[in-house]
């Protein structure tokens, strides 16, 4: 089988990298040739495969039909809630162009791939038959542990710190120990060890920190979230705090994620974590447990192939 994919970004953007590019490997050992393709320098090459596959691409409507028209098969694939964006929404206009290059891809595609319920509910909508494919994460670099130290940790890109921003108040009376991994040393007013973004370097972080942080705001963007960051705290084995509403609570279970709607809430889980050893230990096995159970990518890889070999 010969698959196009047409990705939104690069192998090193996270969302092309979870939703595509983690699965490439196991695809070529089926003997499936990929190939990978931009918007930007799109090709007829493209019809030349069995199958494409368009992650989160939204283009002008007639180069929609053309692919749709042309192709000998085609999967939408989107993880975000892509019909807006975070913090302020577009303007009316925007929105309903927006709206009518999902619909399209919704309503015409051979099948519409999605890691939750909240964005199954936004494909129903606009008049598509979703199918899911939850978030997956490889445990491979993630190794099993025992020792669970007193250490907050966050990890995620430079944009995303003002997530994290919002938690500083609760931090600064917690007064535990915090580490960053970000791309970008954030300037906050509270003491914490920041290390540097590398590529793979998630796992290596993870395994010196012992509770996790996870808060998103409460907006039509973030519910659409299947955050990669829950299973990576999960496959680390660590538990973790969070705020949020949507796609990540079909990631949890109560067992190992607490989940915090007040800064009052987040102060007395963090400080619970903190001077609990044992319930650290107890959560950590427990999530990594969940992880090996319900999101580990070598179930999700057989699911996907399933998928590219079953035709509606």
């Not at 939408?76 to 290059?101: E, S, Y």
């Not at 038959?129 to 007193?150: G, H, Q, V, W």
């Not at 998928?307 to 509606?312: G, Q, R």
């Given at each position: 089988?010969?698959?196009?994919?047409?990705?939104?970004?690069?192998?090193?953007?996270?969302?092309?990298?979870?939703?595509?590019?983690?699965?490439?490997?196991?695809?070529?050992?089926?003997?499936w040739s990929v190939n990978l393709y931009q918007k930007e320098n799109l090709d007829d090459t493209l019809?030349?495969?069995?199958?494409?596959?368009?992650?989160?691409?939204?283009?002008?409507?007639?180069?929609?039909?053309?692919?749709?028209?042309?192709?000998?098969?085609?999967?939408?694939?989107?993880?975000?809630?892509?019909?807006?964006?975070?913090?302020?929404?577009?303007?009316?206009?925007?929105?309903?162009?927006?709206?009518?290059?999902?619909?399209?891809?919704c309503q015409e595609a051979e099948k519409v791939i999605v890691p939750n319920h909240y964005l199954a509910?936004?494909?129903?909508?606009?008049?598509?038959?979703?199918?899911?494919?939850?978030?997956?994460?490889?445990?491979?670099?993630?190794?099993?542990?025992?020792?669970?130290?007193?250490?907050?940790?966050?990890?995620?890109?430079?944009?995303?710190?003002?997530?994290?921003?919002?938690?500083?108040?609760?931090?600064?009376?917690?007064?535990?120990?915090?580490?960053?991994?970000?791309?970008?040393?954030?300037?906050?007013?509270?003491?914490?060890?920041?290390?540097?973004?590398?590529?793979?370097?998630?796992?290596?972080?993870?395994?010196?920190?012992?509770?996790?942080?996870?808060?998103?705001?409460?907006?039509?963007?973030?519910?659409?979230?299947?955050?990669?960051?829950?299973?990576?705290?999960?496959?680390?084995?660590?538990?973790?705090?969070?705020?949020?509403?949507?796609?990540?609570?079909?990631?949890?279970?109560?067992?190992?994620?607490?989940?915090?709607?007040?800064?009052?809430?987040?102060?007395?889980?963090?400080?619970?974590?903190?001077?609990?050893?044992?319930?650290?230990?107890?959560?950590?096995?427990?999530?990594?447990?969940?992880?090996e159970k319900n999101f580990s990518l070598s179930f999700s890889q057989s699911k996907f192939a399933s998928?590219?070999?079953?035709?509606?």
């Open positions: 089988m010969k698959i196009g994919v047409l990705a939104s970004g690069s192998l090193t953007n996270a969302s092309t990298w979870y939703r595509i590019g983690q699965y490439l490997p196991f695809f070529k050992s089926k003997g019809f030349e495969n069995d199958l494409i596959i368009v992650q989160k691409v939204l283009m002008r409507r007639s180069l929609i039909k053309k692919v749709l028209r042309k192709a000998k098969r085609l999967f939408f694939d989107f993880d975000d809630a892509i019909w807006t964006r975070p913090g302020k929404d577009f303007n009316l206009f925007t929105r309903l162009r927006v709206q009518k290059r999902l619909q399209l891809w509910e936004k494909v129903r909508a606009l008049g598509g038959s979703p199918t899911l494919l939850p978030m997956a994460i490889d445990l491979a670099p993630y190794l099993k542990r025992e020792d669970i130290p007193p250490v907050m940790g966050w990890s995620g890109a430079p944009h995303n710190l003002s997530y994290l921003e919002t938690l500083l108040p609760a931090l600064k009376k917690v007064a535990g120990k915090l580490s960053i991994y970000s791309g970008k040393c954030p300037n906050f007013n509270i003491p914490f060890e920041h290390t540097p973004f590398t590529p793979g370097g998630e796992s290596p972080f993870l395994q010196k920190v012992g509770i996790g942080l996870l808060p998103l705001p409460d907006d039509i963007y973030a519910r659409g979230k299947s955050p990669i960051k829950a299973l990576q705290y999960m496959a680390a084995g660590i538990p973790f705090v969070y705020q949020g509403h949507g796609g990540i609570e079909e990631l949890v279970d109560p067992s190992f994620a607490f989940q915090a709607n007040s800064e009052q809430e987040w102060i007395a889980h963090l400080k619970l974590l903190l001077n609990e050893p044992t319930l650290r230990l107890k959560a950590g096995r427990a999530a990594r447990v969940f992880v998928l590219c070999l079953t035709k509606n």
